[in-house]
């Protein structure tokens, strides 16, 4: 089997090797340049934990190879993977679709012989069939198929959940494409992944269903949390409490500053915006986008208060910028709404990520960067946890406690215990785990 993917990415790069790993011969196509010659040169341009070993031995075996030829790719290719951004447009929230037809445009003149081409980017419901009408119109007389095979890799978990997927998802009408696609995922028959066969346009809405969905269950604890944090309740044990049931389940049900990263933002917004053409408006995740936005703004305010109403003057210390931990990704990261909301209210930012620091600098002004947590606490007026690294789980408290020139905590992440933190003497903020006291209801208040 050979294959070509198109687009290196965050989940080109991953499939394209997790495949090669399989014992199938992928080619790797990207257009830029600079991203293909540092591959080429053994060197991997984002940070995935364990792609390095995984990229490198595939090289070495002459199953992966990259390319900035599209051609070389696909010509001969016996399925043809369109794994380009899919970034929301411009002005209207629109999944921008002119890099995947641009694809399909560069992959119609350059197919020869019979070619499934598969959709892994994450696509509108209709996508399908207009690459599918593209490729046609450009080639009358080939012979080919389009399938949709949507992605569910998390970053940071990304090898291990291609090889060990729930399930995969997969838009096929035809038979012979349908056996091009089983050969591929043979090694995950071995394992029993389901492996779910629909329509087309079933496949793509699967993955819209699912990032919603899961956006939602996130929002849902964050406004719950804020809720606990007036009611005197902890929202740790309410997520426990309601998790622990089977119908609702435990995983993301963990209150944070907002979701964010390359997906949830805009994959909430294109399907707002879809269900709004087709006339069918999704209330509930047009509310779960406007909440979520407001609160990853309303964040730095949290951060102000801990600093006593103000941070004009003062240096706070950001712990973690990128989206979540083990990625270098600050696409739509809380951080990019957090960082410069308190340099507009006067903040000095010093800031420490394992891994983020070069691609924050690209997206943010006037940060002073730290080498590492400790030093960017040093002397700050309080230190902020944005994003929950390993290494930030097991700080060692009596050394931030002198190196800060205030004990002010604002735990984003909720990676400590308050308890724990309030008996070392810090002044610790963290996200709705309240002290068992109730606030007076607005409306008593009022009385
Ligand atoms: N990142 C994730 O965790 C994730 C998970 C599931 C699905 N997805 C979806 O997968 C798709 C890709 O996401 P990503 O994060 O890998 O994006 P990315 O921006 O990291 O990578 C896209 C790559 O495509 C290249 N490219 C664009 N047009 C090209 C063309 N015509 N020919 C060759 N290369 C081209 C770009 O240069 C870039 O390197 C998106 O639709 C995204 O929604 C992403």
Redesign the pocket.
């Known amino acids: 089997m050979r294959i070509a993917m ?8 991953v499939t394209g090797a997790c495949f090669s790993e399989f014992g199938v011969d992928v080619c790797c ?4 340049a600079d ?1 293909i010659r540092r591959l080429k040169q053994g060197e991997i341009p ?1 940070f995935e934990p364990g792609l390095e070993q995984l990229v490198e031995g595939n090289v070495k075996a002459g199953r992966l190879s990259f390319t ?1 030829d ?1 051609r070389e790719a696909v010509t001969g290719a016996d399925a043809v993977f369109i ?5 929301s447009r411009r002005g209207d929230g629109h ?1 921008d679709l002119s ?2 037809y ?2 399909a445009r ?1 992959i119609a003149e350059n197919m020869r012989g019979y070619t499934v081409v598969v959709t ?4 509108p419901v209709g996508t399908g069939r207009e690459v599918e009408a593209i490729i046609r119109e450009c080639r009358p007389d080939a012979e080919f198929d389009v399938c949709s095979n ?6 940071g978990a ?1 090898i291990n959940d291609f090889m060990r997927p729930d399930r995969v998802v997969i838009g096929c009408e035809s038979e012979r494409a349908r056996e091009v696609m089983r050969t591929l995922y043979r090694p995950l028959y071995l394992i029993e992944t389901p492996i779910v066969f629909t329509a087309l346009e079933t496949s793509e809405m699967i ?1 819209y269903a699912a990032n919603t969905f899961l956006a939602t269950k996130i929002t849902f604890i964050n406004e719950i949390a804020d809720l606990c944090e007036k009611v005197g309740a902890d929202v740790h044990d309410v997520a426990r409490g309601i998790g622990l049931d089977g119908r609702i389940g435990r995983k993301f049900l963990h209150p944070g500053p907002g979701y964010g ?3 949830f933002p ?2 909430t917004l294109a399907l707002v915006k879809t269900a709004q053409d087709f006339g069918s408006p999704l209330r509930i995740i047009e509310t779960v986008v406007d909440v979520n936005d407001r609160r990853k703004k309303a964040m730095a305010e949290r951060i102000v208060a801990a600093c006593g109403g103000s941070v004009a003057g003062k240096t706070v210390a950001v712990l973690g910028l990128t989206f979540k931990p083990n990625t270098d ?1 600050m ?1 739509d990261s809380p951080a990019l709404d957090i960082v410069p909301a308190l340099q507009a209210a006067g903040a000095i930012i010093r800031a420490y990520d394992p891994e983020g620091m070069d691609e924050a600098a690209r997206h943010m002004d006037g940060i002073k960067f730290g080498q590492s947590a400790y030093e960017a606490m040093d002397g700050a007026d309080a230190v902020a946890i944005v994003t929950e690294w390993n290494e930030f789980r097991a700080l060692d408290l009596a050394r931030m406690k002198k190196l800060l020139k205030a004990p002010v905590v604002v735990d984003l992440r909720n990676v400590y215990d308050p308890k724990d933190m309030r008996a070392a003497g810090f002044e610790y903020t963290c996200i709705g785990r309240g002290t068992g006291r109730p606030a007076r209801a607005a409306s008593e208040a009022a009385q």
């Open positions: 198109i687009g290196t990415g965050y989940v080109g790069l196509v990207d257009k830029d991203k984002i900035t599209l794994a380009v951004g899919t970034p999944a890099y995947v641009a694809a560069e892994k980017s994450t696509v949507p992605e569910f890799l998390r970053e990304a993955k990263g390359s997906c805009k994959d990704d696409r």
